[in-house]
Nanobody, 124 residues
């Protein structure tokens, strides 16, 4: 089992920055591939970024490439999402998913564990 707790969300003006954290506990974190997804009202959960268990490879949605950076600190059992140049369309609840089972990293159903989410609101 893996328990996930997201934090760091909030209200920010367009062009601003936020750093989200996903703290984990339970199963050995360093063996778990992790991803960030987001869900806006009335929309499906969409892929944002993913990182392998070692942190050696990262993956991004085209909409955030060059603006967001995913990283992890296995010593702290934490995955981060640094978000810069935020836009109003980035407004959503951001979720951390862990335990990727293979296949596409951009598909939410390929992850076994989820946190409760953290709200990010970007004002124009």
């Amino acid at each position: 089992q893996v328990q996930l707790v997201e934090s760091g969300g909030g209200l920010v003006q367009a062009g601003g920055s936020l750093r989200l954290s996903c703290a984990t506990s339970g199963r050995t974190f360093s063996s778990v591939s992790t991803g960030w997804f987001r869900q806006a009202p009335g929309k499906e959960r969409e892929f944002v970024a993913a990182i392998t268990s070692s942190g050696g490879s990262t993956y991004y949605a085209d909409s955030v490439k060059g603006r967001f950076t995913i990283s992890r600190d296995n010593a702290k059992n934490t995955v981060y999402l640094q978000m810069t140049s935020l836009k109003p369309e980035d407004t959503a609840v951001y979720y951390c998913g862990a335990g990727w089972r293979g296949g596409s990293r951009a598909i939410a159903t390929q992850y076994d564990y989820w946190g409760q989410g953290t709200q990010v609101t970007v004002s124009s």
